[in-house]
């Protein structure tokens, strides 16, 4: 059966792995006949459902990944209970909640399992450009917009810029006083500068510059 199934999506799918590729196009019973036949064969399930390979159109993906991205909910139950890592990430650096953050458009199902089964760290990953689930949750225009955004943030998710700004406070608050008064000094002589008529930390706060506030 799960070399019957992988030849087929080999001869329908050339560029993508047989596997993402039924999870990117919601077959239900394929996805569940190629994990059948490869524990039949002997195969490690957890690692065939983690691995990270390509969708349709040959771009880096993974099962969990395609599932999310199109609110395949059924087919994300049948992976996390094959142990499918929650963890793993495209060469971009996207998990699977970057992509359920941003696309998913009709129901919160999705978000609510991956965050279930993930841990903080990657629910606040970042790509190699920086941006958490958070970040892209912020650029999804659908109804439900605000739903996820609560959501990933009842679990701990945050933006990268809010990452930045705890990591900043975490680092001046391990300064040695002294290095924390020349730090004062030397932020007041700035807004002095730049803004001579100016209190430096109303002009900082009126700017919006978070770390010269926290400084």
Do not use: W
């Not at 329908?12 to 993402?20: A, Q, R, S, Y």
């Not at 196009?25 to 036949?37: Q, T």
């Not at 993930?118 to 109804?143: A, F, Q, V």
């Not at 739903?147 to 406070?169: H, N, P, V, W």
């Amino acid at each position: 059966l799960y070399k019957t199934l992988n030849e087929k999506y080999k001869k329908e799918f050339p560029k993508g792995t047989p596997l993402v590729c039924a999870c990117e196009k919601g077959r239900v019973e394929d996805v569940e006949g190629m994990i059948r036949g490869a524990r039949a064969a002997g195969m490690d399930v957890t690692a065939m459902v983690s691995e990270l390979g390509t969708d349709s159109n040959g771009y880096s993906s993974t099962p969990l990944i395609m599932a999310a991205r199109y609110e395949h909910s059924t087919i994300i139950e049948i992976l996390l209970q094959c142990n499918a890592d929650t963890a793993t990430t495209t060469n971009k650096g996207f998990n699977a909640l970057h992509y359920a953050a941003e696309n998913n458009e009709t129901t919160t199902t999705t978000v609510q399992l991956l965050l279930n089964n993930m841990k903080l760290e990657d629910i606040n990953h970042k790509t190699t450009d920086g941006d958490t689930p958070l970040d892209y949750c912020y650029r999804n225009y659908s109804s439900i917009k605000q739903q996820l955004i609560d959501l990933i943030r009842q679990k701990g998710g945050k933006r990268e810029s809010e990452l930045a700004a705890e990591a900043e406070i975490k680092r001046i608050s391990l300064l040695p006083e002294k290095e924390l008064k020349e730090l004062y000094k030397t932020l007041n002589e700035k807004y002095k500068k730049e803004f001579p008529e100016s209190t430096p930390l109303v002009c900082a706060c009126e700017k919006g510059r978070v770390e010269d506030v926290e400084g």
